[in-house]
């Protein structure tokens, strides 16, 4: 089975702390991506990475930043936390397939960080 | 207007209802369409997914996809329990292109 872990499933912060959140998987994927989940706003995507080194904005990436220097961990960090932050964080990976394959619709994501900044 | 639009629920239904889940979607390019569920406390995990137009079954899931009214539907059968979770949409316009999710309707089924 895939196993896509976070490091914390609950994390308390103060404003301007710098937050760091780590994703680990153990499938080899190359693709892995970091969203916020909000009610009524649903899953967005914040940061992005198709292999080791490798990194792309999402749609909301103001105040995030990521680093993947292995391939089955990827990082987000909040430069400077504010309470517009407080969300819950779900990390995913995806492999490369063929594009009639299940694997290419398939994000296996982790359990997700409840991310509280006060 | 959001990309992906979902009824927000939350939906109660009785065990063993036809249950009905929909989203918009004002992007034409769409292609990929997949419903994602997700249990309270936990990751979304793939349900269902569809290439184009069209209906696909799985169970007691059928996924309809129409690309001419941009709608999507996924029907659950004889609903469970357990069926009891959050439904996300999602849709990308290619291969390998990224998802954008609608924002879920929490489902509960009554027994």
């Known amino acids: 089975d895939v196993k896509v872990t976070q490091s914390s499933r609950y994390l308390v912060k103060r404003t301007g702390e710098k937050v760091f959140l780590e994703c680990v998987q153990d499938m080899d994927h190359e693709n892995m991506f970091w969203y916020r989940q909000d009610p009524g706003l649903g899953l967005r995507l914040i940061y992005f990475?198709?292999?080791?080194?490798?990194?792309e904005k999402g749609d909301i990436p103001e105040g995030y930043s990521v680093s993947r220097e292995k391939k089955e961990r990827f990082s987000l960090i909040l430069e400077s936390a504010s309470t517009n932050q407080t969300s819950m964080y779900l990390c995913?990976?995806?492999?490369?397939?063929?594009?009639?394959?299940?694997?290419?619709?398939?994000?296996?994501f982790g359990p997700g960080t409840r991310l509280t900044v006060t | 207007q959001k990309e992906v639009e979902q009824d927000p629920g939350p939906l109660s239904v009785p065990e063993g209802a036809i249950v009905s889940l929909n989203c918009t979607y004002s992007n034409s390019a769409f292609q990929y369409f997949m419903w994602y569920r997700q249990y309270s406390r936990k990751g979304p995990e793939l349900l269902m997914y569809t290439y184009s137009s069209g209906n696909k079954e799985d169970g007691r899931f059928t996924a309809q996809v129409d690309k001419s009214s941009k709608y999507i539907s996924l029907f659950i059968r004889d609903s469970q329990p357990s069926d009891s979770a959050t439904y996300l949409c999602a849709m990308s316009g290619g291969y390998g292109q990224n998802f954008v999710f609608g924002p879920g309707t929490r489902l509960s089924v009554l027994p």
């Open positions: 995913a990976s995806r492999a490369i397939s063929l594009p009639t394959a299940r694997a290419s619709y398939e994000q296996y």
């Open positions: 990475s198709y292999d080791v080194k490798m990194k």
